[in-house]
């Protein structure tokens, strides 16, 4: 398939997905989205590839929302009036929805800018990695709006709520290093590392046993809501299908045999 506003390419069963608007700061659109949506439910039915690696081509991740174009064509409601929710629930939240949902780990490579709904859609990958001129911007109090693409349910379990709050509140850059210290992201690396280190990451999990991974990818994003009970239950539930598979009887080979286990995902 053809996109207008992202790359898409496979190297040694990674799919990176590239958000290509360069000349605007990769600045979100509907299309955009829409786009990416696809290429990760193209990547998911992909049974040779393992994980993903979303990043921005340019001098930055995403400035957020491309308010420019996106106010051209405001979305409406019945009545006329204007509706940010409506974008929300056409094109964010489903994105947003799906990146939980998939069961292959998605890398988040952030270069320079990532600010707004962009900023919010890379902390909701599952590892996020951040070149060391990287920063974070919740933008969203500048121009009178609320953080949106999961910001208020990310950002206080990241961060706690007075962090998440002084973010919210006053808008202002956090640079890499610090979202790093705080907890927020997994790694921070010299710039011209950010994609060798992204792409090494990616690789490594592709390479891993798939079931555990889909498994340890639910189970903690599902811990979010879970009381201790019911995450006990699930754990139960998950080990037992894990303890079942081809990569479980592969792992315990490899470590009596003291070799590096080769998984099949299966």
């Known amino acids: 398939m053809d996109y207008k506003t992202i790359l898409y390419g496979v190297e040694d069963r990674v799919a ?20 990416v949506r696809d290429a990760l439910a193209r990547a998911a039915a992909d049974a040779q590839i393992g994980a993903i690696v979303l990043t921005g081509e340019g001098r930055g991740f995403s400035s957020g929302a491309d308010l420019v174009a996106n106010m051209s064509n405001p979305p409406m409601d019945a009545d006329g009036k204007l509706d940010l929710g409506l974008a929300l629930e056409t094109t964010y939240n489903p994105l947003i929805e799906e990146m939980r ?69 006053l808008g202002e850059r956090l640079p890499a290093e610090t979202a790093h ?38 189970s903690i994003h599902q811990a979010a809501d879970s009381n201790l009970t019911g995450q006990l239950a699930l754990e ?17 080979s490899a470590f009596i045999q003291k070799r590096p286990a080769k998984f099949k995902g299966c």
Do not use: H
Request: proline fraction near 6%.
């Open 16 to 35: 990176c997905i590239r958000l290509n608007r360069p000349k605007a700061l990769n600045a979100l659109t509907p299309e955009l989205l829409n786009e």
């Open 181 to 218: 210290q705080w907890g927020m992201i997994w790694d921070v690396v010299d710039d011209e590392q950010l994609m060798p280190a992204a792409m090494q990451l990616a690789t490594r999990l592709a390479y891993g046993p798939a079931m555990a991974i889909e498994r340890i990818k639910r």
């Open 101 to 169: 949902a998939l069961p292959k780990p998605i890398v988040c490579a952030v270069n320079g800018i990532a600010a707004g709904a962009a900023a919010n859609i890379a902390l909701l990958a599952d590892l996020t990695i951040a070149a060391r001129s990287a920063y974070f911007l919740q933008a969203f109090v500048n121009i009178g709006l609320i953080p949106d693409a999961g910001g208020t349910w990310v950002l206080p379990r990241l961060v706690g709520p007075q962090r998440a709050m002084g973010m919210a509140l």
């Open 236 to 252: 139960r539930e998950l080990q037992r299908e894990c303890g079942r598979s081809g990569d479980f009887a592969e792992g315990v």
